[in-house]
């Protein structure tokens, strides 16, 4: 008998707004693989709920600025747990700052394996999976990646790599599995940022709101589900900022 249970894996998974698309892929009857770097009790708890949810659910540890092994840990326990993939979200991030004179190539290349190494490796190695599934993938771009700020230019760079690699997917892994980016602005501040400075932002935010971990999330869901006629495409969930 063919199993026909889907099955979500979700980098970065474990909090955040990785975390909200983890919950929402279960909400709507995905099993579950997930991965974390450093947060162990917040892998903990999550798998811990979604088994009471009764979603089988599986914690990876994985450091994705080490290459290929985190790749060789995330294949060997995602197929021991599970015998088909239907969504790939690529949602691990790195987020550093720097100027271009505290840029060094340790930084860049810690960001460019976060960024645009992981995501290809993981298409290159559960290709098969999804293509039998027809399947989905969903990057995580970010709306810096178009619009360049000078503080963090290595993060930038590396995120726009990673929306250039959404359209080659895209087209290399068509017509079987669709391929697609979400570019958010601001959708969860940073616990330190200053309240000037939201309220700086937010008045060239046409919705007039930051976005939340939740509009993330019902957009993956989107994508995985009934926007199967899109691929390709990097959607800026930003409430409009990109257009300001």
Not at 13 to 40: N, Q
Not at 53 to 81: C, W
Not at 220 to 243: A, E, M
């Amino acid at each position: 008998m063919v199993d026909m249970q889907r099955v979500a894996l979700v980098t970065g998974g474990a909090k955040r707004v990785g975390r909200a698309i983890v919950e929402r892929l279960a909400d709507a009857g995905f099993d579950i693989a997930f991965t974390y770097r450093g947060s162990e009790d917040e892998a903990r708890t999550l798998t811990n709920d979604l088994a009471a949810r009764g979603r089988s659910a599986v914690a990876i540890q994985a450091d994705f600025t080490q290459l290929p092994g985190a790749i060789d840990a995330v294949e060997n326990q995602f197929h021991a747990a599970f015998g088909r993939l239907d969504v790939l979200v690529n949602n691990a991030s790195a987020y550093s700052p720097a100027t271009l004179a505290a840029t060094d190539l340790p930084l860049m290349r810690r960001l460019w394996a976060v960024h645009a190494e992981t995501p290809l490796l993981l298409a290159q190695r559960f290709a098969t999976d999804l293509r039998r599934s027809r399947g989905h993938i969903v990057n995580m771009v970010d709306l810096l990646a178009e619009h360049p700020l000078p503080r963090y230019l290595a993060f930038c760079a590396s995120k726009a790599a990673l929306a250039n690699l959404t359209m080659g997917l895209a087209r290399e892994l068509a017509p079987e599995v669709t391929v697609n980016g979400i570019a958010p602005g601001v959708v969860e501040w940073p616990d330190e940022y200053p309240e000037a400075e939201r309220q700086k932002y937010l008045k060239r935010v046409p919705l007039g709101r930051p976005g939340t971990p939740g509009d993330v999330a019902e957009t993956v869901l989107f994508l995985c589900t009934t926007g199967n006629y899109l691929t390709g495409q990097i959607l800026h969930l930003d409430g409009g900022r990109s257009i300001t």
